[in-house]
């Protein structure tokens, strides 16, 4: 993969699903509720100053009962924990994870 370009989509891998539960709170903060389902399906990532994780997250069982993630984790010497910048919700397990 070439800086700043996108990986293929991989499963979520249990260090993913970490990431995901570390901006949960904000997420609900955002969506002004609480999610009994935040299971991580799949991610794609891109190399920046640090790196931009995009996950495909479970939130109920509903069609549209998914969200996109993209949370960014600074580069391990600046001690940050991951940070939640933005997410498009109503997604599908179909959508594909892109860029936003």
Same mark, same amino acid.
Request: aromatic fraction near 8%; hydrophobic fraction near 30%.
């Given at each position: 993969m070439e800086p700043g370009g996108l990986s293929e989509t991989q499963p979520a891998t249990p260090e993913i699903q970490h990431i995901a539960d570390q901006v949960k709170a904000e997420f609900e903060r955002r969506q002004n509720r609480t999610f009994d389902i935040f299971q991580a399906i799949v991610y794609r990532t891109q190399v920046v100053a640090g790196i931009n994780y995009f996950i495909k997250v479970q939130i109920s069982d509903s069609y549209t009962g998914y969200v996109h993630l993209r949370v960014?984790?600074? &580069? !391990?010497?600046?001690?940050?924990? !991951?940070? &939640?910048v933005s997410y498009e919700t109503g997604k599908t397990r179909d959508d594909p994870l892109n860029y936003f």
């Open positions: 960014f984790q600074a &580069l !391990p010497h600046e001690k940050q924990g !991951p940070s &939640l």
